[in-house]
Structures are given as C-alpha cells and as structure tokens.
C-alpha cells in the first residue's frame, strides 16, 4: 500500500480509502440492509491490508453505515485508522444543530472524535447559508473540544464556487468528485490544483463515475484500451490517472464485494504520482474525447432554462440523455423518460414558448431537440 501526507494536517494516509456508501447489502431483502458480518469482514481485511482511511457520513446506508463502521471500528481497528464523516448541511436550520448531530455521529460511530469532519455536498448555496450560520466558529469549537481534528468539505458545483469556499477558510481537506471524464468538471483539475497550492489535502469521491466507467464499455472506448503496449483493465487505468496526479492524497472506492476489495489493493500496490508515461496519458485523453463525443446535447445543467411554465424537466431530460449515451446505456434512459412522461414532466408537454432557449447560456434549440427526444424514446 502506498501512503501520502496531508500537508497541513501532517497525517499520512493511504492513497485507497475505503468509501463506505456502497457496501454490500443482503440480496432480496426490503430496504437493501447492510449485509453487516461481510461489511465488517471487507473493513477489516482493508485495514489490515494497509488502508488507514475510512469513509461515511450521516445519510449512507439509510443512515446506517455510520453504525456498521462504529461496528467494524471496534477491536482496536478505530485507532488503526483516520475516519471521516459529514455533517449533513441540509438538517441544520440552526447553530446548535451543528453540534447534537456531531454528538450523534459520534455515538452511532463508537469513538470521541473524528478526524475529517466534512461539511457535506456543499454547493454555493449551502455554503453561504452555513457560513451565515457562524459555521467556521462550530468547526474551531469542535476542534478545541476534541471532537473533531481536521475540518473540511465536499463538494459538488462548479469551479468558481469551489475556489470561493478554497478561500474562506483554513481547510485541512476537500473530498470532490474526478475521474478523467471530470478534468473540466465541477471543481475542476485546474481547481483541485489551486486548493492544493494553498496546503489543502485532496480526496477523491466517484473515481469511477458511480461505476460507469468500470461497467460496460461502448466499442470504441475498449479498442482504445486495447491498443495500449500495457493491457490493464479499465478500472486500473481509471485509477491510475487520478493516483499519477501529486495533489491527490486518497482516492476513496466505495467497493461492495470482497472480490472488488481485493482487486483495487492489486492496483494501488504501484499507486505513485508520476506514474503514468506521455503516451499512457494521451491514451487518457482519447479515451476522454472518445466518451465526451458520444454526448447528444451537452448540456451543463446550469438550469438557466428553469422552471419551465409547463413543467417540462429540460435539464433532466438533457442530463440523463447524455449520461446514458456517454456509456452506451440508451435503455436506461428510455424507462428514464417514460416515468417523468407519466408524471407529466416530458418533452409532450413543452407549447414551444422559447422562454428557455433565450435563457440558455448554451443557445440550444431546446424545442427541437426536446421534440426529438419525446419520438424517439416515447412509448
């Protein structure tokens, strides 16, 4: 296992962390319950493979993984490790709220403290409303009080708003989404960077695209694997482009059978950052532009377009299209579609006003493109 250090905090960590939203659950039981003695047995064959972070946070599981890695923790392994969990931002309505779910997390985790404590899925919205509830005065309390070591954030919107929520504040960590079709993303490479040029620690969520990028691959994108001198998986070449990169401290994985396990400590044996040649990297950013041609709209989601006066869901619409043609999936889209169809928030809906299409930064003929998609996917 390979390790790196958190510049500001001073901790190492290993560069696999173990994420702890998809664990395996029993099959054909109601509500996907944790299977807990398989969940436990995969955290504790992590640890003692060499993954000293661990992952969670308040609404994983139903609110229940924070209790299966309070479990797995016990046994000496909490001290093995640096946990990291999150607030969830959208509970708290008031400052005291910060607290008693801190207080919570901490029960339902079996410890005294944590060591990341994250604000969770910030997005500019949500960040101006904690930082208008004196948020950075909870975090410096909780770190007095010993309840929390290291304060930091995730996140999900688009660059500028990662490099406003960068700069107001002495964060030991920022966990964003990236994987190669993110470079241009939500924070960005070029913001990943900036935050890390200022002593913030970075951790990677959705390495694989929620899994997409290890499940079915469209032609085109294995034949471009396929010509690579060294064949790797494409699960391996996924990770290997985010551990070559220095600013990246812990990729998390959030792997859900022993098997997945197993294969990802195989890959992060040679996780070091410069890893990749020039050819393996433009080999990358084919495979980028391979994905990204199979886009049908482009759309940003921006939700400029929105609310549309006839309630059709346009950025919805968009977004799912892309995802599910991105990744050869079009079925998926289809029964997609016909549900919002039926709940009245398809494209048969849209009278054709064109009040989205002057509002669109992207100057799409939203009309025709959402009159194509209905006849097409329609049934």
Known sequence: MQYRKFERSGVKASVLGFGCMRLPVQAGVEGDPIDRPEAIRMIRKAIDSGVTYVDTAYGYHNGDSENLVGEALQD??????????????????????????????????????????????????????????????????????????????SFHDNAEAFREIVDSYPWHMAQIQMNVLDEFNQATLEGMKYAASKGIGIVIMEPLRGGALAAKLPEEIRALYEKAPVKRSAVEWAFRWLYDQPEIMTILSGMSSMEQLEDNLKIFEGALPGAMTAEEKELMTQVRLAYESRVRVGCTGCEYCMPCPAGVQIPKIFRNLDSNAMFDTLDKFGGFYNKLVAEGHGADQCVKCGACESACPQHFDIRDKLESIHKEFAQ
């Open 76 to 153: 000496g392994y909490r001290e093995r490790v640096l946990l990291a969990t999150k607030l969830p931002v959208w509970k708290v309505e008031k400052y005291e709220d910060m607290e008693r779910l801190l207080d919570e997390q901490l029960s339902k985790l079996k410890t005294d403290h944590v060591d990341f404590y994250l604000l969770h899925a910030l997005d500019k919205a949500r960040f101006h409303q904690m930082r208008d509830l004196n948020v950075f005065k909870f975090l410096d309390d909780m770190v007095a009080k010993g309840k929390i070591k290291y304060p930091a954030f």
